[in-house]
């Protein structure tokens, strides 16, 4: 019999633009079915007539009617909307990421706290080849707002630590993100040679959100599709992907983009795991196995001290008993120790880490 998350997957309209106003087919999916939701909604910029550069020359900006809102209280109304329908349909598990401006952010912010999502981070996107300040009688806008939030309070929610850190020269991926808008080769044009989206994003920006916050077959949908910047991503990594979209113009684009997107090879989509992510090994499991013996003797790596494996999977030297990590810090007078990389085993004249056996194991469980 199949479980209900299978029935879900399945009735899951999976690589595919729906067309539609984003609450009403998103109310029409499956509840709980969907591991990760990149928005990126209208921003209600409030244009006052058109913008110049210096020359004279009229500014493309966004004044399209998706953007225009009658009131604050109508463009409150309407967030609140979709993200309680986004907030039903993610798994229990899942979390989102919205994307805005100083014009709509804050009020975002708020609406999700009183949706019930949980805030785990606020993102700048630090845009490194920003729009200039053409009027001068402002700062120049240099910078987006990424809000990342659980679907509710200590969800389990997707966190590729070192996968990020790794994307980052070895260095613990920061807040702050410089990346530069979507333009050159990377902008699409539509059959004018205009752009096809005023605010279309840049690859990299979902390359490092689906890297960071999914894995390889996990569903991620847009309910603000645009020309699909995040299908793209998602198919080249790997994921599936659920976009809706309720302007032919961009479905247009947006469908012979992905039919050109190559999905990366599979090899190509691991990441580097973070250690807590990896199946627990308790030592007692290394003695139970007979991979050390009772009696037998470890060695701390410095060489300093040693201590004897018991029965039990504890350590006893020195007059000092208790777990590999007990033991350890007890003998360097240390707060805490970690006793996988504190204590090495004897085989041959060698000496090897108990780490290696903890891994050994590991690998037999993945």
Not at 329 to 354: Q, V
């Amino acid at each position: 019999m199949k479980t209900k998350v299978k029935q879900a997957a399945e009735a899951l309209p999976l690589n595919s633009i729906l067309s539609g106003d984003c609450v009403e087919v998103m109310n029409s999916l499956p509840e709980n079915s969907v591991d990760l939701i990149f928005a990126d909604p209208p921003y209600n910029l409030q244009l006052k007539g058109d913008l110049h550069r210096p020359d004279n020359s009229r500014v493309d900006a966004v004044d399209d009617a998706w953007d225009q809102f009658d009131s604050f209280a109508v463009y409150d109304r309407f967030t609140r909307a979709w993200l309680k329908a986004a907030r039903r349909i993610l798994k229990p598990n899942g979390a989102i990421w919205v994307i805005g401006s100083y014009h709509n952010i804050f009020r975002v912010g708020a609406a999700l706290q009183d949706s019930g999502y949980w805030i785990l981070n606020d993102v700048i996107w630090r845009k490194s080849n920003p729009m200039p300040n053409f009027r001068g009688k402002r700062l120049t806008n240099a910078h987006e707002t990424m809000i990342w939030a659980s679907k509710s309070e200590g969800a389990k929610y997707t966190f590729n630590y070192e996968a990020l850190k790794a994307l980052n020269d070895g260095i613990q991926m920061r807040s702050d993100w410089v990346l530069p808008i979507c333009n050159g080769h990377e902008r699409l044009k539509n059959d004018k040679g205009e752009k096809a989206h005023p605010t279309q994003k840049p690859e990299s920006l979902l390359h490092r959100v689906l890297v960071g916050a999914t894995n390889p077959g996990d569903v991620v949908l847009d309910p603000f599709f645009g020309t699909g910047t995040t299908g793209a991503v998602a198919k080249m990594l790997g994921r599936d992907y659920i976009g809706i979209e309720r302007e032919a113009a961009y479905r247009e684009v947006a469908e012979r983009r992905l039919a050109s997107v190559r999905r990366f090879d599979k090899g190509a989509l691991e990441v580097s795991t973070s250690k807590r992510a990896e199946p627990r090994v308790p030592f007692g499991q290394l003695v139970e196995r007979g991979m050390l013996r009772p009696g037998e003797e470890l060695w701390s790596m410095n060489g300093r001290h040693k201590a004897k494996v018991r029965a039990d999977g504890t350590l006893i030297g020195d007059d000092v008993k208790g777990s590999i990590h007990q033991v350890g810090a007890a003998l360097e007078g240390a707060p805490s120790c970690n006793g996988w990389t504190y204590w090495c085993f004897k085989r041959d004249g060698k000496t090897i880490p108990i780490d290696l056996l903890r891994q050994q194991i590991r690998s037999e469980l993945i």
